[in-house]
């Protein structure tokens, strides 16, 4: 199994984030409308606000603090003031377990 155990599905609801520590680094564990589980990094690009702490809409997480909403995908800002994206890493679930690989993953631009 690649991939570090963070928590099991059942812990991961749809309208919250779990903040997980993945080989030191802090993680914003989600789960979209669909049920899909994505995982990006948990500090805002634009301030060090934890992204966990913000607000799950459709497919983005919104930081509580300005307003920036990054889609869980891809980790890109789609509304400022935020403009670098977060890192995004691969999930895999096996039973109920969630892994997440501490290697963030390329997103092409
Ligand atoms: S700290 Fe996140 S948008 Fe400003």
Same mark, same amino acid.
């Given at each position: ?24 680094? +802090?993680?914003?564990? =989600?789960? &979209?409308?669909?049920? @899909?589980?994505? /995982?990006? %990094? ?9 992204? +966990?702490?913000?607000? =799950?809409? &459709?497919?983005?997480? @919104?930081?509580? /603090?300005? %307003? ?42």
């Amino acid at each position: 199994m690649s991939g570090v155990r963070v928590c099991s599905v059942s812990e991961v609801r749809v309208d919250q984030a779990l903040r997980v520590m993945v080989d030191g680094t +802090a993680v914003a564990v =989600v789960k &979209d409308s669909a049920g @899909e589980i994505h /995982a990006l %990094g948990d500090t805002c690009t634009h301030g060090d606000i934890s992204l +966990a702490e913000g607000f =799950v809409e &459709d497919d983005t997480l @919104e930081c509580w /603090a300005h %307003g920036s909403r990054f889609e869980l995908k891809s980790g890109r800002p789609l509304s400022l003031p935020a403009y670098e994206p977060v890192p995004v890493f691969d999930v895999t679930v096996v039973d109920d377990d969630v892994y997440v690989d501490p290697v963030p993953k390329r997103v092409d631009a």
